[in-house]
């Protein structure tokens, strides 16, 4: 009983902590664009942590987990119900690591940041409801099921032996090609790209802001990567923590490092895109890797998202604060970088890391397609080009985030 | 009277209003202004270079009594140059009639 409460205080403050990313996001997303969307961000960040709980709660978490309650095949589709069980929960024997009412809370942090990595990348043009509804119905659906492979012991797990271990794939990965496929769908913001098709700058309106974002974000990363242990076990959380902060230091300088080099200035906003690239990197294997693989896993990190974030201006795709780059590419190198470096490294676990990138990101894709296609033969997409330039503070929501005096 | 309108780096303005004083002209009015002209700056954001279009300045706007205008504009020439193209320019307009408010007086003793 004493290692029980041990362990869920534990569990309850990494909730906690992943909760508090959501601020985190909101000001990396608010200081990385244009001050006349900033209520737009800020309505957008608020409806997914308020709406992906309540979805966690009376359908994911149970679509998650779904235990014996198998739909389709062994693991592939499962739900346990709706809405949370009592019964289960009074039954304090469920996890030695933390209670039932803790797991849900700290899975129901973690379903609503899949939903806030879509929220950076489309920002400026979205319509707010074709939004609510996308990000709605991807909580809903997606994110459980892609989950339940995994960690709800589907067969990701139980037969193919894939391994991540906090959701570079499950988590980042899966908001990230919801966001690849949507800015996809929406189109660059006006102005981002110019007649002979080069990617033109449109300078954030507040980087000391962005700044107190990522800090947030990689204060949260203890609670994501450190709750990811599922207890207090004192070896495995200070590793993870070790691990997790090594690799977004590196993150931050490779991506400082191969931006300067690049480029021949020294830009703030690569610096931090690579800490979060650093931290994303470590997040599939944070458990299973030494300082020094977590340091060349977090350099490769950043360095992938400074490459990732020319590679979408090539594309002409347009992602304002580098999600994708951050959220998928580098959550794809983490995956990966399982294969490669640390304690389950082998070429058959490489190609299984492979493989199982492959099915989730096909799955993600058709269903971020399906979804984003039903939502714009409903309502359309994008707003028109006269409300995208007067800012959609003004124009979805009636009023501005600043006033003079 | 002459209307003395002048454009200057910010990085310059107390210099220029230290000449100012310097050069007896103590009351004036600035604000700060926006324009395009020859100077060229190579930002970089995110691995994208841009050249801002937009340059920042700050005008001035000074009233003065004929006999003050070389004084006045030798001061702002003198203390407002870097020798760097954008450093602005100097305007001198005639001012046709000039009230203070407070008395009614109005040319030159309106704003000795």
């Given at each position: 009983?004493?290692?029980?409460?041990?362990?869920?205080?534990?569990?309850?403050?990494?909730?906690?902590?992943?909760?508090?990313?959501?601020?985190?996001?909101?000001?990396?997303?608010?200081?990385?664009?244009?001050?006349?969307?900033?209520?737009?961000?800020?309505?957008?960040?608020?409806?997914?942590?308020?709406?992906?709980?309540?979805?966690?709660?009376?359908?994911?978490?149970?679509?998650?987990?779904?235990?014996?309650?198998?739909?389709?095949?062994?693991?592939?589709?499962?739900?346990?119900?709706?809405?949370?069980?009592?019964?289960?929960?009074?039954?304090?024997?469920?996890?030695?690591?933390?209670?039932?009412?803790?797991?849900?809370?700290?899975?129901?942090?973690?379903?609503?940041?899949?939903?806030?990595?879509?929220?950076?990348?489309?920002?400026?043009?979205?319509?707010?409801?074709?939004?609510?509804?996308?990000?709605?119905?991807?909580?809903?659906?997606?994110?459980?099921?892609?989950?339940?492979?995994?960690?709800?012991?589907?067969?990701?797990?139980?037969?193919?032996?894939?391994?991540?271990?906090?959701?570079?794939?499950?988590?980042?990965?899966?908001?990230?090609?919801?966001?690849?496929?949507?800015?996809?769908?929406?189109?660059?913001?006006?102005?981002?790209?110019?007649?002979?098709?080069?990617?033109?700058?449109?300078?954030?309106?507040?980087?000391?802001?962005?700044?107190?974002?990522?800090?947030?974000?990689?204060?949260?990363?203890?609670?994501?990567?450190?709750?990811?242990?599922?207890?207090?076990?004192?070896?495995?959380?200070?590793?993870?923590?070790?691990?997790?902060?090594?690799?977004?230091?590196?993150?931050?300088?490779?991506?400082?490092?191969?931006?300067?080099?690049?480029?021949?200035?020294?830009?703030i906003t690569m610096f931090m895109n690579g800490i979060l690239g650093g931290l994303v990197g470590i997040t599939a294997g944070a458990d299973q890797m030494g300082p020094?693989?977590?340091?060349?896993?977090?350099?490769?990190?950043?360095?992938?998202?400074?490459?990732?974030?020319?590679?979408?201006?090539?594309?002409?795709?347009?992602?304002?604060?580098?999600?994708?780059?951050?959220?998928?590419?580098?959550?794809?190198?983490?995956?990966?970088?399982?294969?490669?470096?640390?304690?389950?490294?082998?070429?058959?676990?490489?190609?299984?890391?492979?493989?199982?990138?492959?099915?989730?990101?096909?799955?993600?894709?058709?269903?971020?397609?399906?979804?984003a296609l039903t939502v714009k033969s409903i309502m359309g997409l994008r707003v028109s080009a006269e409300e995208e330039e007067k800012g959609l503070d003004i124009s979805?929501?009636?009023?501005?985030?600043?006033?003079?005096? | 009277?002459?209307?003395?309108?002048?454009?200057?780096?910010?990085?310059?303005?107390?210099?220029?209003?230290?000449?100012?004083?310097?050069?007896?002209?103590?009351?004036?009015?600035?604000?700060?202004?926006?324009?395009?002209?020859?100077?060229?700056?190579?930002?970089?954001?995110?691995?994208?270079?841009?050249?801002?279009?937009?340059?920042?300045?700050?005008?001035?706007?000074?009233?003065?009594?004929?006999?003050?205008?070389?004084?006045?504009?030798?001061?702002?020439?003198?203390?407002?140059?870097?020798?760097?193209?954008?450093?602005?320019?100097?305007?001198?307009?005639?001012?046709?009639?000039?009230?203070?408010?407070?008395?009614?007086?109005?040319?030159?003793?309106?704003?000795?």
């Amino acid at each position: 009983m004493e290692l029980l409460t041990t362990n869920n205080v534990w569990m309850m403050l990494c909730a906690a902590l992943v909760f508090f990313m959501h601020l985190g996001f909101s000001f990396l997303e608010i200081g990385l664009t244009r001050q006349k969307n900033t209520i737009n961000i800020l309505f957008k960040n608020f409806f997914i942590i308020t709406m992906g709980l309540i979805v966690y709660c009376l359908v994911g978490f149970n679509l998650m987990y779904p235990g014996d309650f198998n739909i389709i095949g062994n693991g592939i589709l499962g739900f346990a119900g709706p809405g949370l069980d009592a019964v289960a929960a009074a039954d304090l024997s469920y996890n030695e690591g933390y209670t039932y009412w803790t797991d849900f809370l700290f899975q129901g942090m973690f379903a609503a940041t899949a939903g806030t990595i879509i929220s950076g990348a489309v920002a400026g043009r979205i319509k707010i409801n074709a939004f609510m509804l996308i990000v709605f119905l991807y909580i809903l659906i997606v994110y459980p099921i892609v989950g339940s492979w995994q960690w709800g012991a589907g067969f990701l797990s139980e037969v193919f032996g894939f391994y991540d271990f906090a959701g570079s794939t499950l988590v980042h990965s899966v908001g990230g090609w919801g966001a690849l496929v949507i800015i996809y769908l929406l189109g660059a913001r006006k102005g981002k790209f110019d007649s002979s098709g080069n990617a033109v700058a449109i300078p954030g309106s507040n980087i000391p802001l962005s700044a107190a974002g990522v800090l947030i974000l990689w204060l949260g990363w203890f609670g994501f990567n450190g709750g990811s242990v599922l207890s207090a076990d004192p070896a495995n959380t200070s590793l993870v923590l070790v691990t997790t902060c090594l690799a977004a230091a590196a993150g931050g300088l490779g991506a400082s490092f191969v931006s300067t080099l690049a480029y021949k200035n020294l830009d703030i906003t690569m610096f931090m895109n690579g800490i979060l690239g650093g931290l994303v990197g470590i997040t599939a294997g944070a458990d299973q890797m030494g300082p020094t693989d977590a340091i060349i896993i977090g350099a490769i990190g950043g360095t992938v998202v400074v490459l990732g974030v020319a590679f979408l201006d090539k594309c002409k795709l347009d992602d304002p604060v580098g999600a994708i780059p951050v959220h998928l590419f580098a959550g794809i190198w983490g995956t990966l970088a399982v294969g490669i470096f640390g304690a389950s490294a082998s070429f058959d676990q490489f190609m299984v890391q492979l493989a199982s990138l492959g099915i989730v990101g096909a799955f993600c894709v058709v269903g971020a397609l399906i979804i984003a296609l039903t939502v714009k033969s409903i309502m359309g997409l994008r707003v028109s080009a006269e409300e995208e330039e007067k800012g959609l503070d003004i124009s979805e929501h009636g009023t501005k985030a600043y006033f003079s005096s | 009277m002459k209307k003395i309108e002048a454009i200057i780096r910010k990085s310059k303005f107390d210099e220029v209003v230290k000449a100012l004083h310097d050069a007896e002209v103590y009351f004036f009015s600035y604000w700060d202004v926006t324009g395009v002209g020859n100077e060229k700056i190579g930002n970089v954001y995110r691995g994208i270079t841009y050249s801002t279009k937009d340059i920042q300045r700050r005008c001035l706007s000074i009233i003065v009594s004929d006999s003050f205008v070389d004084a006045t504009v030798d001061a702002i020439l003198k203390s407002g140059a870097t020798g760097n193209v954008g450093d602005g320019k100097i305007f001198v307009y005639p001012c046709e009639e000039a009230y203070r408010i407070r008395t009614g007086e109005k040319g030159n003793k309106s704003f000795n």
